[in-house]
């Protein structure tokens, strides 16, 4: 028999959708153009224009901004937040992320989105640990993160050098000094990103070891830093431990100190069993939202306590609670911090957050900007002994977390940290925006350094008014105050 001549199977040709499809790929802007469309951002909002900075004649009450957020908050511990935030203008910045986003809101914008921290002061950014026990620099809080246009975050970090400057009693040469090279970081940093493969931006990172080995290559010792980060890797869970709990009958407890640490079987007293009960179904659903391993890893570790801890300043009044969890013995701790999360502050001026639980916002957030995220990050939402449904993230509550003493900062140091904040900043955006056109817009000349320098020093004069209006209130009793906690 004649063996069969069988014809080559034809590649099927694409479909009209798959041709448009295949066409849509190869359509994707260049960098050419990406560049091009950030530098026609300026003719919309010139870099100049963002120096501008005029309160509106209809400007909300800054005291009535921060009684509508503690409508929502614990009563008895709003006196505490406005205690600190009184403590000097620097403080009632920290804690005024509200009053700044309506005032962001009327300023120009550029359109370039970005995920934004929402609350970028030079107090929420700092050293801390990443899953590789590297002691890394970055972004460490993202309370108000949400989309938005960059310079938001820009002008605010901006502001806090400004108001820091201040603080210090630093003159205006060196105050200015210290912004423009956080900006001229940020920009020069946004230009490099922009020239780097994909891959390489997103495992780009500032991590400290690498941070003393160039000040060595420069001369200089690096001695200041390395003793900083050697303080913070003794800040752990161990830690904790040793400064948080105590022996009751043979067990360990979380020691109350109030009114900034409270334990829940004071809280709750006889309710506390029922309430235990509850806390072990929500671990087991917070543990859902952990990624890969570190679901594997919290099933060895066991509830153990459970208290209701203050911090910062602007958080304070949100339910933030610490759990003691214990896994191979009692020398085996781990320290998870519970925070409640509501809407950013930006959301009414930059829209909605796409994501139903707030916890969720937050530490999508997180993973987005930051070069390294705890393993612990996840999210709850629980109804509280009031009937109310919240929303928390959960993270660890000390691991190896260091932020900068900002108070005693020399002249030099207020620069270098800046840069370094700068860095960071223009790091987290680059991973969640277009880096190319954002460094189109910024150009690689000092209009835009120049232009964020006079906003700065104009919304410094703002924010010592608000601090002036705040303690008008103080002394007038329109508000409660508790001080020195």
């Known amino acids: 028999m004649a063996p069969r001549t069988v014809a080559p199977k034809q590649k099927p040709r694409p479909s009209n959708g798959a041709a448009a499809a295949i066409s849509g790929l190869r359509a994707r802007p260049t960098p050419e153009q990406r560049n091009a469309a950030g530098r026609a951002a300026r003719n919309a909002v010139s870099r100049s224009s963002q120096a501008k900075w005029q309160a509106p004649p209809d400007r909300a009450d800054p005291v009535d901004v921060l009684a509508a957020q503690a409508e929502s908050r614990v009563e008895d511990l709003i006196p505490i937040r406005y205690g600190r935030m009184l403590v000097s203008p620097f403080t009632f910045f920290r804690g005024a992320a509200a009053v700044m986003a309506a005032d962001l809101a009327a300023t120009p914008t550029s359109g370039l989105r970005v995920q934004l921290c929402g609350d970028a002061h030079l107090s929420n950014f700092g050293g801390f640990a990443s899953p590789e026990r590297d002691l890394v620099f970055d972004i460490n809080d993202f309370d108000e993160t949400a989309p938005g246009s960059f310079e938001w975050d820009v002008k ?263 840069r370094m904040c700068g860095w960071s900043l223009a790091l987290g955006h680059a991973r969640s925006g277009d880096r190319i056109a954002i460094s189109g817009y910024l150009g690689r000349g000092a209009t835009f350094d120049l232009a964020i320098a006079a906003f700065a020093d104009a919304y410094a004069n703002q924010n010592q008014r608000d601090f002036e209006r705040l303690t008008a209130a103080w002394k007038a009793n329109e508000i409660t105050v508790q001080t020195g906690v």
């Open 156 to 418: 605010r970090l901006a502001a806090s050098v400004e108001i820091a400057g201040r603080e210090r009693g630093f003159d205006e040469r060196q105050r200015q000094a210290a912004v423009i090279a956080t900006v001229s970081e940020y920009r020069g940093a946004m230009r490099r990103f922009a020239d780097m493969r994909d891959l390489d931006v997103w495992y780009a990172k500032l991590d400290i070891e690498g941070l003393i080995r160039a000040l060595q290559a420069e001369g200089r010792t690096g001695r200041k830093v390395q003793k900083v980060a050697e303080k913070a890797k003794t800040k752990d869970s161990l830690k904790a431990l040793s400064r948080l709990t105590h022996e009751v009958d043979g067990s360990l407890r979380i020691t109350s100190d109030p009114p900034l640490v409270v334990s829940v079987s004071d809280l709750l007293g006889t309710a506390v069993g029922e309430f235990t009960r509850e806390m072990r179904k929500l671990i087991d659903a917070y543990k859902r939202t952990l990624t890969g391993a570190a679901k594997r890893l919290m099933d060895e570790y066991h509830f153990v306590d459970m208290a209701r801890k203050v911090v910062g300043v602007g958080s304070v009044g949100t339910r933030c609670w610490i759990i003691l969890m214990l896994g191979r013995d009692s020398d085996d701790p781990l320290f998870l911090q519970v925070k409640e999360a509501t809407e950013s502050v930006l959301e009414p001026f930059a829209g909605r957050s796409r994501f139903s639980n707030h916890g969720r916002r937050v530490v999508e957030g997180q993973w987005l900007m930051q070069s390294a995220s705890d393993i612990m990050l996840g999210w709850v939402r629980a109804v509280g002994i009031d009937g109310q449904s919240r929303d928390f993230y959960v993270r660890q509550l000390w691991d190896w977390k260091r932020s900068a003493e900002i108070e005693t900062f020399p002249p030099d140091m207020l620069v270098n940290y800046g």
